[in-house]
């Protein structure tokens, strides 16, 4: 049974910063695509970031370049995402997700694992 734990969220000033943290059980993310979405009120859930364990290679949404950075410990079978910079908008329920689309990492629909999801609010 594949278990995406999220956690780390929390309540921050704008410029603040977060790690959310995503502990993977059945599930081992060092072979696959993990990626992190999130989901506002009245939103679609949108893709964040996405890491290629086999490349190594990271993707982001233009929204967040610069500002959040994507990482995976393999032997904590642990996913992250280091937030800085925060802003308003960056308010929403974050979901860690495992065997995402290898093409399109953005897709929702690609997703074949979800976490439950920790929330971020930032305040201005």
């Known amino acids: 049974q594949v278990q995406l734990v999220e956690s780390g969220g929390g309540s921050v000033e704008a410029g603040g910063s977060l790690r959310l943290t995503c502990a993977a059980s059945?599930?081992?993310?060092?072979?696959?695509?993990m990626a992190w979405f999130r989901q506002a009120p009245g939103k679609e859930r949108e893709g964040v970031a996405a890491i290629y364990s086999g490349s190594g290679n990271t993707y982001y949404a233009d929204s967040v370049k610069g500002r959040f950075t994507v990482s995976q410990d393999n032997a904590k079978n642990t996913l992250y995402l280091q937030m800085n910079s925060l802003k308003p908008e960056d308010t929403a329920m974050y979901y860690c997700?495992?065997?995402?689309?290898?093409?399109?990492?953005?897709?929702?629909?690609?997703?074949?694992?979800w976490g439950q999801g920790t929330q971020v609010t930032v305040s201005s």
């Open positions: 059945g599930y081992t993310i060092s072979m696959n695509c």
């Open positions: 997700a495992a065997d995402c689309d290898g093409g399109r990492w953005y897709l929702s629909k690609g997703v074949g694992y």
